[in-house]
T-cell receptor
Framework: DAKTTQPPSMDCAEGRAANLPCNHS???????VYWYRQIHSQGPQYIIH???NNETNEMASLIITEDRKSSTLILPHATLRDTAVYYC???????????????FGKGTKLSVKP | GAGVSQSPRYKVAKRGQDVALRCDPISGHVSLFWYQQALGQGPEFLTY????????KSGLPSDRFFAERPEGSVSTLKIQRTQQEDSAVYLC?????????????FGPGTRLTVL
C-alpha cells in the first residue's frame, strides 16, 4: 500500500498558486518525498523530490514540515497545462535494483480552471 | 529519440488473443521498469530489468505475463490468452540514476482493451 495520503481532487484558478498537500506520517529517516504528475494520456512525469529541506526547481517548490510527516507541493502560477493527477510518493534512497519501483497511490486530481 | 517510446499506443484484443507491447527506453539507461495502470488507479509495478537481466518479476499478475529485454535495450511485455481483467494502460519507465536518486522517465503507455 502507498505510504501517503492525498486529497482525491482539488481546483485552482489559472494564474494562482496551487498547493497540493500530502500526509506521510510513517515516513522513516532515510525516505525521500517524491512528486510525480500524470497528464491525461501520458506517462507520469517527475517533478521534484526532497528529504527534509525545502526544495525548488523550475517546475515547483516542495515544502516539507519539520517533523517530515507532511509536505506541500506548490505550483506558483498554475496554468491550464498543469491540470493532471499529482502523486506524492515516499521511498528510500535508491541504490539501484528493483527496490527502485515507485509505489503510487491514487494521487490528487488537480483541475486548473480559467 | 529524446524520450521513452512505446508501441502500439492503443491495442484492442479479443479475449484469448496474445499481445506484445514494445518499449524503447532512453539510450544508455540501464534499468527499466514495467507498470500496469488500471482505470482510475495509480501505476503498479510489474517487473524490473537491469540491462538484459530480469531481476524482479514479482509484480506480474499471472504466468500469462512474460517480459524480455534480450539485448539490454528494447523490452517487450507479452500477455498470452488475454482476459478482460488485463485491460489497462501498460507503462514502461527507464531510469536515470543521479547521485543515487531514482528519476524514472516514463513512456506514454500502451492502452490495452480486451473485449
Amino acid at each position: 500500500d502507498a505510504k501517503t495520503t492525498q486529497p482525491p481532487s482539488m481546483d485552482c484558478a489559472e494564474g494562482r498558486a496551487a498547493n497540493l498537500p500530502c500526509n506521510h506520517s510513517t515516513i522513516s529517516g532515510n525516505e525521500y518525498v517524491y512528486w510525480y504528475r500524470q497528464i491525461h494520456s501520458q506517462g507520469p512525469q517527475y517533478i521534484i523530490h526532497g528529504l527534509k529541506n525545502n526544495e525548488t526547481n523550475e517546475m515547483a517548490s516542495l515544502i516539507i514540515t519539520e517533523d517530515r510527516k507532511s509536505s506541500t507541493l506548490i505550483l506558483p502560477h498554475a496554468t491550464l497545462r498543469d491540470t493532471a493527477v499529482y502523486y506524492c510518493i515516499v521511498r528510500a534512497r535508491y541504490y539501484g535494483g528493483s527496490q527502485g519501483n515507485l509505489i503510487f497511490g491514487k494521487g490528487t486530481k488537480l483541475s486548473v480552471k480559467p | 529519440g529524446a524520450g521513452v517510446s512505446q508501441s502500439p499506443r492503443y491495442k484492442v484484443a479479443k479475449r484469448g488473443q496474445d499481445v506484445a507491447l514494445r518499449c524503447d527506453p532512453i539510450s544508455g539507461h540501464v534499468s527499466l521498469f514495467w507498470y500496469q495502470q488500471a482505470l482510475g488507479q495509480g501505476p503498479e509495478f510489474l517487473t524490473y530489468f537491469q540491462n538484459e537481466a530480469q531481476l524482479d518479476k514479482s509484480g506480474l499478475p499471472s504466468d500469462r505475463f512474460f517480459a524480455e529485454r534480450p539485448e539490454g535495450s528494447v523490452s517487450t511485455l507479452k500477455i498470452q490468452r488475454t482476459q478482460q481483467e488485463d485491460s489497462a494502460v501498460y507503462l514502461c519507465a527507464s531510469v536515470f540514476k543521479r547521485d543515487n536518486i531514482n528519476e524514472q522517465f516514463f513512456g506514454p503507455g500502451t492502452r490495452l482493451t480486451v473485449l
